[in-house]
């Protein structure tokens, strides 16, 4: 059983940072506004989960102008795929276990 | 157990999560159906408008059409063409709006962005194409040059929604090539093209995600 939750990492506990990871693992970036919408979440809750992932060094942040407006995008990082990948396994070896 | 299921429950919504944004899901079948039908009144009007001529005979006045008196006809197919295309545009932008209102998704996404230029591309270059045979008075080239870079485009953008979508465009291809062989015949593989595949796709995507 041990082994099992192993490959279940912590960080991704929330299923809003879950969301995101799912959106930047299958999307070469992604902006704020768009992940908001998709996850249907408020701009502070988004916020502090993309900073946790951000200092993790799982996402990374990309600012530049869409005309005169910032936008902020994120990228996710070769270690944040990894380890999302590693968490994705532990799932479905967890549901396979039975 | 219980850690079991919500393993299940967490990976169906990070399944779904990935689909939602990687493919644009809002198209309707009926859209098909109305663009269908529209080549198809279009391609009528066309027949009507040049069997002034008084040829009651299709394939005469398709030869007709093909090789003389051309220089007449242009403008009126042209805006008929032009109507059917805004037309279709417009049931597309409409139903998907509306299927996208219904399910809580929004319809300007990255991915619905994506779509559009995959589509586009090919799209708009078939018709710079058509026009320049237009001018060069390759009539009989017109319509199967446009099929092919529809289906060009449907290909392209099947990527980003139903894959359906790459099927149709692959059918619109083989079309449009084997229009080439039946210069004629062009109103007849138009109606086929953008009319009964049309027509067909779309019931089949509304029996299939829509009811």
Known sequence: ?98 | MEKNSTSAEELKTIRSIMEESTRFLSLSGLAGVFMGLAAILGAVLVHIIVLENGSLRLDAYFSYLAISEVDRIPWGIISIALAVLLFSAAVAFYFSRRNAAKSGRSIMTPVAKRLLISLLIPLVTGGIFSFILMFQDLYQLIVPVLLIFYGLGLVNAGKFTYSEVFYLGLCEIVTGLVAIFFPPLGLIFWSIGFGLMHIGYGIYMFRKYES
């Open chain 1, 1 to 98: 059983m041990k082994d099992l939750i192993a490959g279940l990492n912590k960080v991704f506990e929330s299923r809003i940072r879950l969301g995101i990871m799912s959106i930047l693992i299958v999307n070469d970036s992604y902006d704020f506004n768009n992940l908001k919408e998709t996850l249907n979440v408020t701009d502070g809750n988004l916020a502090s989960h993309l900073k946790a992932l951000e200092e993790k060094g799982l996402i990374r942040v990309e600012k530049h102008f869409v005309g005169r407006k910032p936008n902020t995008s994120y990228i996710i990082t070769e270690n944040g795929n990894l380890l999302f990948r590693q968490h994705l396994k532990a799932l479905e070896d967890l549901i396979n276990a039975k």
